[in-house]
């Protein structure tokens, strides 16, 4: 069984404790969830539904008139659950940056407008990297776990910095190509 | 800079151990030593959402610290959890349950090496963070001897455990309060399930005079 990311993180939630739907849009928007998932508010109750029906999760709807559905883990939910974290733990996917597409197009370029779109994705990647810091200072607490997890985007982006720094400077520093 | 005579609860974890992970289902005794923390002060009765405001105030307010605390300990640095001070100016209105009455504080314990100046200058940095004007202060506390025990599980059980303590246990082992009773919540809510929440009962207590 291979869950998609919305429904891995909708099963993870469930699996903290039993939840009703808008709960679960309140997790995931005072987590800041939404960064990392496209998951509008509609449809969390079908990504939901696709997991009742794998049998993942159990949908009650508890005694009382205006009673909301509760959502909870089954045993086979948090048996996928163990599994799909691990696996998304240990194994690597690449994930294509838009940036591999630009570098293979550079000659297109002039040399100006080359220099100066790469200048504008360091803008850009320094922004990002502010944006993190700032959210990471509006969302305490957080638990230890989700520190690193920010820890690891900010790393990345900040390699992502040093590799524009010294590419910039290794390109303007070189002639460029005359074209025919 | 650190304090004499405060213990370093990353380096003693025997008594990090003793303080923060007593036995389950059964009162104990310990002596708490005297301690660090950052305190917010509560208004008004406990309720949910003060209580969530300060909290989320009080670990906004350290931020700075646990970060300076992440880089100087490394591994040994441990998650402090937030702790409730509740009393009443009548203290028989402890037992019955009677919140809308009772008085409160926040409270975490903070790093030796961190005094009030340090909170000072790090809930400074987080001004634009913090919701409220902080009311926010370091104390160390010495709670000295207490009784304690460790609930897993709904809160609604609570208020029976403090029946059996007050009523029972107390008296039997010629003991008295003697000080605001204490709640050390181990698990973030919104984590964690109720029925798997941990949560320490602490009361300091003085011997009963005959």
């Known amino acids: 069984m291979n869950l998609t990311d919305s429904e891995l993180l909708l099963l993870g939630l469930v699996a903290e404790m039993p939840r009703h739907g808008y709960e679960i849009e309140h ?68 994930t294509y940056s838009s940036l591999l597409l630009g570098m293979i197009h550079w000659p297109a370029l002039s040399r100006d407008s ?40 900010a790393s990345q982006l900040a390699a992502e910095r040093t590799w524009i720094t010294a590419t910039l400077d290794y390109m303007r520093s070189k002639p460029w190509p005359t074209k025919e | 800079m650190a304090d004499e005579g405060m213990i370093d609860l990353i380096r003693d974890r025997a008594m990090l151990h003793t303080l923060y992970a007593p036995p389950a289902g059964a ?65 028989r209105e402890f037992s019955t349950g009677h919140r809308e009455n009772w008085r409160w504080r926040a409270q975490i314990t903070l790093p030796v090496w961190v005094n009030a100046k340090r909170l000072e200058e790090s809930a400074a940095e987080m001004r634009q963070e913090l919701r409220l004007a902080p009311t926010l202060r370091w104390e160390a506390l010495a709670e000295g001897k207490c009784v304690q025990s460790l609930h897993v599980g709904q809160t609604d059980d609570l208020p029976v455990i403090l029946e059996r303590l007050y009523s029972e246990y107390l008296p039997q082992e010629g003991l008295e309060p003697s000080g605001p009773y204490h709640e050390i919540y181990l698990d973030d809510w919104s984590r964690v399930s109720p029925i798997k929440r941990k949560i320490i009962l602490r009361q300091p207590v003085r011997t009963r005079p005959t």
């Open chain 1, 27 to 94: 997790v995931l928007e005072t987590r800041g969830m939404r960064e990392w998932t496209q998951i509008g508010f509609s449809s969390i109750y079908f990504v939901l539904g696709k997991l009742e029906k794998a049998g993942l999760v159990l949908a009650e709807v508890p005694a009382g008139t205006k009673a909301r559905k509760t959502f909870s883990i089954t045993s086979e939910g948090n048996r996928v659950l163990l599994e799909q974290t691990i696996s998304s733990l240990q194994t690597y996917r690449p």
């Open chain 1, 114 to 153: 080359a220099l100066a779109a790469l200048d504008g994705r360091l803008s850009s990647i320094t922004a990002e990297i502010e944006r993190l810091e700032t959210l990471r200072r509006q969302r305490q607490p957080m638990p230890d776990h989700v520190e690193v997890l920010f820890d690891f985007s």
């Open chain 2, 27 to 91: 009162f104990s005794i310990v002596d708490v030593p005297r301690l660090p923390f950052a305190v917010w002060d509560g208004e008004g009765p406990p309720e949910q959402s003060s209580i969530s405001t300060a909290i989320r105030n009080l670990y906004t307010a350290i931020y700075p610290i646990r970060r300076e605390a992440r880089e100087r300990m490394g591994k040994s640095f441990v998650e402090p959890p937030v702790e409730l001070l509740y009393w009443a100016d009548d203290m």
